[in-house]
């Protein structure tokens, strides 16, 4: 790991490695997903991944459910600050940005998100620059402490940059010891840019035998490797979870550590 990893989060109470975002702000590298998980079941899985110690929550104005994640971060009895709260805009809401934000964060029942996200590229590409500005207002006056993008490609990244002179902090987009690209990964390091991946079981074989020696050797299961193997990359893993057991060994990772040669075995399944 490199030294951009630290021990503890700053106002938060568990000892969790962070990744470092422009202005002070400092993010998880576990945080946990709640794309399909709403309602009664959206709101016990927020609570149950608090619980755990999950302090980083992934949520967006598509998945209908912040106002369940809102209520458990309230009804959890963890101070809002100790939580890192992430929403994103919805491609379909190009020239409402403002009303957007302000909608997520009466539902979330906070005054600011730590990260809001452009959910995906905007289908006219006209859209990219000014949606990006407004962003970046949002966070000028304190609705968002740090913006960023997903499902972008490098050069969309770059196109943002060379407008506005402002990177955004995160690209969060699919990723999984199956989709490993080195290249990509240091094209974000690069621009300093936070690589966040998103469905690391959907988008992995769980029942691999590479993953299974692994996690053998260590005595955890294979979907802990997948995601230990994120942290270990200083990449940002939000794996999503309504069964109890689950959410709680997704949380788990933390008690091994894959071997420098462990990780480069991972790697390769990238490239098969
Ligand atoms: N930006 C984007 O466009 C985008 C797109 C997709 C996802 N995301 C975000 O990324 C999060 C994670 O991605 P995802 O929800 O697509 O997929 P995921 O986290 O890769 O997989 C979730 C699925 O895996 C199951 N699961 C959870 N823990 C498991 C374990 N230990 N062993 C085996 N299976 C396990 C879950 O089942 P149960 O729930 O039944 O336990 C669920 O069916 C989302 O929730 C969302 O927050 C963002």
């Known amino acids: 790991m490199s030294g951009a990893i630290t021990g503890r989060t700053v106002g938060m109470d ?10 002070e702000v ?24 608090l619980d755990a110690g999950y ?19 309230q009804e959890s009895g963890l101070r809002r600050e100790d939580i890192f709260l992430t929403t994103k805009l919805p491609p379909e809401r190009v020239g409402r940005e403002r009303e957007t934000i302000e909608a997520s964060l009466r539902a979330l029942g906070t005054d600011h998100v ?13 859209d990219s620059i000014p949606v990006w500005r407004e962003m970046l207002a ?27 002179e402002e990177n955004p902090a995160v690209n969060q987009i699919p990723w999984s010891p199956f989709l490993y690209d080195r290249q990509r990964h240091i094209e974000h390091r690069d621009r300093g840019v936070v690589l966040e991946g998103y469905s690391p ?17 260590h005595g ?18 939000i794996p999503k ?11 788990d990772v933390f008690q091994f550590a894959l071997t420098a040669e462990e990780i480069r075995d991972i790697d390769a399944l990238g490239s098969t």
């Open 114 to 126: 730590d990260l809001w996200l452009v959910h995906w590229p905007p289908s006219n590409p006209a």
């Open 14 to 23: 568990l000892d969790q490695p962070t990744v470092p975002l422009p202005g």
């Open 220 to 237: 955890v299961s294979p979907a802990q490797v997948v995601l230990r193997w994120h942290i270990d990359h200083e990449i940002v893993v």
């Open 26 to 49: 400092r993010m998880p590298l576990l945080g946990f997903g709640t794309w399909q998980a709403t309602g009664k079941a959206g709101y016990d899985a927020v609570l149950a991944a």
């Open 138 to 164: 949002a966070r000028d006056e304190g609705l968002t402490r740090a913006v960023g993008v997903s499902n972008y490609s490098t050069a969309e990244i770059d196109e943002l940059i060379q407008a506005t």
């Open 55 to 73: 302090r980083h929550i992934d949520t967006a104005t598509m998945y209908g459910n912040e106002e369940e994640v809102g209520r458990a971060v």
């Open 201 to 217: 079981f959907k988008r992995s074989d769980l029942s691999d035998p590479v993953l299974t020696r692994i996690a053998g050797a």
């Open 241 to 251: 979870s309504v069964t109890p057991e689950r959410i709680r060994a997704n949380a």
